[in-house]
């Protein structure tokens, strides 16, 4: 798969509508250089992230066209690979040839068509949403990093959007009450959330179904709030939250709904990997809240927690407004950007080995991230989804 020089990596400009990121920035260029990786960048691919062509120059990297980043480049890295840009992926999926390998987001727990495409060109992939959670993966993360760029802008558009302000203030004229921000989900999306919203001088109160995370919460000044809820194994090995059934969420929602009458800002950010964010926030209970009051989805792009979310538009009921921002990240890209790039050089570290890029499926991180390879749809659940047979162990 490698050429004689070496290792070639490239960089590709994002293509999906309204991205802003980039895959790699100048700065992590210099974590492969003793792995003597040769880059190549596509010309203008860090722009939109404040990384002009000169600073990847600077690092040593060679300016391309996205023809030659396609036809030369061993690896080639995006933040949205065919998966998560389903507007553009056709042209990319032309450009990428057999034995090349391809690493970045994918959804391919929801785009099981892109991986069938992606196996069917022969190429590797390597899902970054699929990175296991475990203690030597967490440099790799990029699901955390990303949702921690969620969370703090989530509470700016907020912060931007309510008709008062979040600090409580004592001025000549008299005292302004403070803003009550409630936060449903104390994943990584959540804490940053709440941390943001204390910063900016909200009172904070947050839920999360895992009681576990309750000392996180009150470590950051938040109050946690406690629903009379069986809700034992909420989480899944990974660290993530599972998906506890309809009757579960019913008896959540009426429990809810008086608590969110106490709060001007609700921010949800629940979501289950591979599936519909569950619904935590209907429309009786926005009528509930006072007008003025404003409800910011963050869990959007997977069909939103609240049930009258509309992913990229802002809504009104009962004087309540409802926000369903879509790819929170891209709108802070230089940091994003600065975040993803650490993880994804991280990784590409992690799997060159001796100058070549080495894909042990016997490998944890490997097995877990790797969907496409040798032709083949390897993942389990991948496969699954795409009503495949299942492959006989390794």
């Avoid at 090349?100 to 727990?109: C, K, R, S, V, Y």
């Avoid at 409800?295 to 009258?308: F, H, S, T, Y």
């Amino acid at each position: 798969m490698e050429n004689a020089r070496g290792l070639t990596v490239g960089v590709a400009r994002e293509s999906a509508p309204g991205e802003r990121r980039v895959a790699v920035v100048p700065g992590a260029i210099p974590l492969l250089q003793k792995t003597h990786v040769q880059w190549l960048v596509e010309a203008g691919a860090g722009k939109a992230a404040g990384f002009p062509d000169a600073e990847y120059s600077d690092k040593g990297a060679r300016l391309a066209s996205r023809a030659e980043v396609f036809g030369t480049a061993d690896v080639v890295l995006q933040v949205r690979g065919p998966g998560a840009n389903p507007e553009n992926a056709a042209p990319d999926l032309a450009l990428l040839r057999r034995g090349q390998t391809a690493i970045g987001f994918g959804e391919p727990l929801t785009s099981a068509d892109a991986a069938r495409a992606l196996a069917g060109r022969g190429v590797n992939f390597l899902a970054m949403e699929l990175m296991p959670r475990i203690t030597r993966a967490q440099s790799m993360d990029a699901l955390s990093s990303m949702a921690t760029v969620a969370g703090y802008k989530a509470v700016l558009i907020a912060a931007d959007t309510l008709p008062r302000m979040f600090p409580m203030l004592t001025t000549a004229a008299g005292t302004v009450a403070p803003a009550r921000v409630l936060v449903i989900g104390a994943g990584v999306a959540g804490l940053q959330a709440i941390a943001t919203a204390r910063r900016l001088g909200a009172v904070v109160s947050a839920y999360d179904v895992r009681a576990a995370v309750k000392e996180q919460v009150e470590s950051l000044g938040a109050r946690f709030v406690e629903l009379d809820l069986e809700s034992g194994g909420a989480e899944d090995k990974g660290g993530y939250a599972k998906d506890l059934g309809q009757d579960f969420y019913c008896r959540q929602q009426a429990l809810m709904a008086e608590v969110l009458a106490q709060n001007n800002v609700v921010i949800t950010t629940a979501a289950v990997p591979g599936r519909r964010a569950p619904v935590l926030v209907t429309r009786e209970m926005v009528s509930r809240m006072a007008p003025g009051s404003l409800v910011v989805d963050i869990a959007a792009e997977r069909g939103g927690n609240c049930e009258l979310t509309v992913p990229g538009e802002t809504v009104e009921a009962a004087g309540v407004q409802i926000l369903g921002p879509v790819n929170l990240p891209s709108m802070i890209p230089y940091h994003a950007s600065q975040l993803y790039a650490r993880n994804i050089a991280t990784f590409l570290l992690y799997l060159v080995k001796d100058g070549r890029l080495q894909l042990d499926r016997a490998d944890e991180i490997v097995r877990e991230t790797l969907v496409t390879f040798d032709g083949e749809v390897v993942h389990p659940r991948v496969r699954e989804l795409a009503c495949l047979p299942a492959l006989p162990s390794i």
